[in-house]
């Protein structure tokens, strides 16, 4: 009976508070069926694949839309417009251990109305490796990743922000 009362408690709370998840929003601006374009940097090809892997996954985790190149609502296009891998501390010895990887995003979203919505956003991620050994490329290349991760979410909130606006 208690448990009935604390959840039918908590359901009217947040119904009378007028809580909406951020999808609501979302859906303003995004349809269900995404097409997704990543434009290939000619510097850092590899970098491109692996921010392509991020912005399919959270197109399906964290947005839960599908991906759709012919009969798609929203295309979002996303430029690498700049990366970096930079050393920000040191171990008693001298070796470097702490590492960021930075990346910006240019982005562009046409939505389900055709309207052109532009975004610049970043993202990082901190590392660390063990002393006295070389960072791998393998290792680089999974810190750009979750960079990206990063700088999509930080996208997916300014998407939020724009449907809450509208």
């Given at each position: 009976?208690?448990?009935?009362?604390l959840?039918?408690f908590?359901f009217?709370f947040?119904?009378?508070?007028g809580?909406k998840p951020?999808?609501?929003?979302?859906?303003k601006?995004?349809?269900?069926k995404?097409?997704?374009i990543?434009e290939v940097d000619?510097?850092n090809p590899?970098?491109t694949?692996f921010?392509?892997?991020?912005?399919?996954?959270a197109?399906y985790t964290i947005l839960n839309?599908?991906i759709?190149?012919?009969?798609?609502?929203?295309?979002?296009?996303v430029?690498p417009?700049s990366?970096?891998?930079s050393?920000?501390?040191y171990?008693e010895n001298g070796y470097p251990?702490?590492?960021r990887?930075?990346v910006v995003l240019?982005?562009?979203?046409?939505?389900?109305?055709?309207k052109?919505?532009?975004y610049?956003?970043?993202g990082?991620?901190?590392?660390?490796?063990?002393?006295n050994?070389?960072?791998?490329?393998?290792t680089?290349?999974?810190?750009?990743?979750?960079?990206?991760?990063?700088?999509l979410?930080?996208?997916?909130?300014k998407?939020?922000k724009?449907?809450?606006?509208?």
């Amino acid at each position: 009976m208690k448990k009935i009362f604390l959840f039918s408690f908590f359901f009217f709370f947040i119904i009378g508070c007028g809580y909406k998840p951020s999808s609501v929003y979302q859906n303003k601006i995004l349809g269900n069926k995404i097409k997704p374009i990543v434009e290939v940097d000619v510097k850092n090809p590899r970098e491109t694949i692996f921010l392509k892997d991020a912005l399919n996954d959270a197109i399906y985790t964290i947005l839960n839309k599908n991906i759709d190149f012919e009969n798609y609502d929203t295309i979002i296009k996303v430029n690498p417009n700049s990366s970096s891998l930079s050393i920000l501390d040191y171990d008693e010895n001298g070796y470097p251990y702490l590492y960021r990887s930075s990346v910006v995003l240019k982005v562009e979203i046409v939505d389900k109305n055709k309207k052109k919505y532009n975004y610049t956003v970043s993202g990082s991620y901190d590392f660390t490796i063990s002393t006295n050994s070389v960072i791998t490329d393998q290792t680089q290349l999974d810190a750009y990743k979750k960079a990206s991760i990063n700088a999509l979410n930080k996208l997916f909130a300014k998407i939020t922000k724009e449907g809450i606006e509208k």
